[in-house]
């Protein structure tokens, strides 16, 4: 269970860095993410919802059935689209309401 993330996307922001609560990521010599330790990596998803570039994937692996699949989110105010990418590359919008998923 990992992330990769795009250093030709990267803008640097740090917001990754600052919310992974394992301590993972990094900034390389050029000042983008990295993930220094993938196999931590738990897959919360916190730095693919901060990151505003869209910049972070998480890979849906085979043991979850997603194949080689990945994933990413999208912010749009109080909405949160995330994106499912099947291993034959189509796409899938699942939007989710941010206010009406924090309301336990
Ligand atoms: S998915 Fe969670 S644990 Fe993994 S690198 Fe991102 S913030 Fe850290
Ligand atoms: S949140 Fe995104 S843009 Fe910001 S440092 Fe991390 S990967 Fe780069």
């Not at 993930?35 to 849906?60: F, M």
């Not at 912010?75 to 949160?80: A, L, P, Q, S, V």
């Amino acid at each position: 269970m990992s992330i990769q993330i795009d250093k030709n996307k990267c803008i640097s922001c740090g917001k990754c860095c600052d919310i992974c609560p394992g301590n993972l990521i990094d900034k390389d010599d050029e000042n983008k993410a990295f993930i220094r330790l993938p196999e931590e990596c738990w897959g919360c998803t916190a730095c693919l919802k901060e990151c505003p570039v869209e910049a972070i994937k998480y890979y849906l692996a085979a043991d979850i059935g997603g194949k080689g699949g990945y994933m990413y989110s999208k912010n749009h105010g109080e909405y949160m689209d995330w994106y499912i990418v099947s291993a034959d590359h189509k796409k899938y919008c699942i939007k989710i309401n941010k206010k009406v998923s924090n309301a336990y």
